[in-house]
């Protein structure tokens, strides 16, 4: 399993109050889904695991895409619609944000092929894995295949912070290690805004 805790910490900037509620409200989702998907995989929960590794696949590739348009942009827009679906909202599905991921160059072309590939093989483990033949060994290969990109995505995510911090464009600068007591703790905190309930969140970490 991936670790929540990132080896340098890059420390987020956009441009009004506004913007860093909206934005943070959606990087807690992240650490949210990153944790139930530790907690998940630790204990074999594998539906759980392809549930969560692609969600968070698609949040990672939001993020990139949107990072992207800044380096195009010269700016440090927080494109919210892409982030965040609230009622009412226009919907962006996931197979849409592979291919603007793909056309930003956020991913490869054989990513692409794989994420598209898995996104079938997820709905049928959601919607028919009793109605079909599929099998328990093969919801294991999804979950694992899912991890595997899931790894690969957060390294593409990393390559575009990277471009950003380059540059000097955007909202990505480097930051100073993070990690600790200080971290772990900065974590929990995000974690609980999503989870909401204190006891859930409690439980989830204590699971």
């Known amino acids: 399993m991936q670790k929540m805790v990132p080896a340098t910490r890059r420390i987020i900037m956009p441009d009004s109050k506004t913007d860093w509620e909206l934005f943070g409200q959606f990087i807690n989702g992240v650490a949210a889904a990153s944790e139930m998907l530790s907690k998940a995989a630790q204990n074999g929960y594998l539906v759980?695991?392809?549930?969560l590794a692609s969600n968070l696949i698609d949040a990672k590739l939001r993020?990139?895409?949107m990072l992207k348009r800044q380096i195009k942009d010269r700016n440090r827009k927080i494109h919210v619609p892409l982030l965040l679906q609230r009622k009412g909202d226009k919907p962006v599905s996931e197979r849409a944000i592979y291919k603007e991921a793909l056309a930003e160059r956020v991913i490869t072309f054989d990513q692409d092929e794989r994420l598209n590939k898995l996104y079938n093989d997820r709905n049928r483990v959601i919607?028919?894995?009793i109605i079909s033949d599929i099998t328990t060994d093969f919801v294991f290969q999804i979950a694992s295949d899912y991890?595997?990109?899931n790894g690969e995505v957060t390294a593409a995510l990393y390559k575009v912070e990277e471009e950003q911090i380059d540059l000097?464009?955007?909202i990505t600068v480097k930051g100073p290690?993070?990690?600790?007591p200080q971290a772990v703790e900065w974590l929990a905190e995000m974690t609980a805004s999503k989870h909401g309930a204190p006891w859930l969140a409690g439980a989830i970490a204590r699971k």
């Open 63 to 65: 993020l990139g895409i």
């Open 177 to 180: 290690k993070f990690e600790g």
């Open 168 to 170: 000097g464009l955007g």
């Open 127 to 129: 919607h028919r894995y």
């Open 48 to 51: 759980e695991v392809v549930c």
């Open 147 to 149: 991890e595997k990109l």
